[in-house]
């Protein structure tokens, strides 16, 4: 597996959110986690990145115990993580944003091809690349942000509901660059999406969380062919 998630208990303070979660994503995989809102989602994806410090369990990554390592070790290794909320500098263009975001290659044509490879996959970033961040469109937006991580080559990329803030259009294409990104690049993907019939199209596997607890695993075919969802939350 590439991601083995075991036992993972984490909170905020004295509030504790997680209780012994227990998840795996295997290389080139997309993986969903669904649940109600507080489900504890999104701390599931900042435990795993580093950003809230796990009080119990262990989180593997390619074989490696990366449990209590930082956020910037777990990046370096190739995990990337997309939160909900925008973390673009708004002040700066789309191509400075995007060069911001591979700071630590030391060759440029390394980030040139790479820069030529998102452009490939999202052209739109590419004719605005002079454009300042902060005047993108909410679609435009989370392909930047999608797109900075790329440029790192990541072997997991966790997306926080993507869809947030965006039209049904738009957000059927981010979906479908999803797709593409895992098919093309060979990139794993932990999606947490509250449009749960996108997520069970996209993925192999469906993990369901219900007041910080895992309590259901399902293959995303399997859960479209169930018809009903609402009595899974």
Do not use: C
């Not at 990337?80 to 440029?108: A, C, G, I, K, W």
């Not at 392909?143 to 072997?155: A, C, D, E, K, S």
């Not at 469906?206 to 695993?217: D, H, N, P, S, T």
Request: glycine share 10%; proline share 3%; no cysteine.
């Amino acid at each position: 597996m590439l991601l083995t998630v075991t036992d993972l208990e984490a909170g905020y303070g004295e509030k504790q959110v997680l209780y012994g979660i227990s998840l795996t994503i295997a290389d080139k995989e997309i993986v969903s986690l669904i649940g109600h809102n507080g489900a504890g989602k999104s701390t599931t994806l900042k435990s795993i990145v580093g950003l809230v410090s796990p009080r119990r369990g262990k989180i593997l990554f390619a074989g490696e115990d990366l449990t209590s390592s930082p956020p910037s070790l777990k990046l370096a290794k190739g995990i990337y993580h997309l939160p909900q909320e925008y973390f673009l500098f708004n002040d700066l263009s789309v191509r400075e944003n995007l060069e911001v975001s591979s700071f630590t290659m030391s060759e440029q044509s390394l980030f040139e091809s790479r820069l030529a490879k998102v452009f490939e996959i999202f052209p739109v970033l590419e004719a605005r690349k002079r454009q300042l961040a902060g005047t993108l469109s909410g679609g435009e937006r989370r392909m930047l942000g999608i797109g900075m991580g790329l440029l790192r080559q990541p072997r997991l990329l966790m997306l926080d509901e993507p869809s947030s803030g965006l039209s049904p259009v738009i957000f059927q294409k981010v979906a479908g660059i999803v797709q593409d990104i895992n098919r093309e690049m060979g990139t794993a993907v932990l999606l947490v999406e509250q449009n749960v019939k996108v997520a069970f199209k996209l993925s192999k596997r469906v993990f369901v969380m219900k007041a910080g607890r895992m309590i259901l695993e399902e293959s995303g075919e399997k859960l479209l062919q169930r018809g009903q969802w609402w009595e899974l939350f």
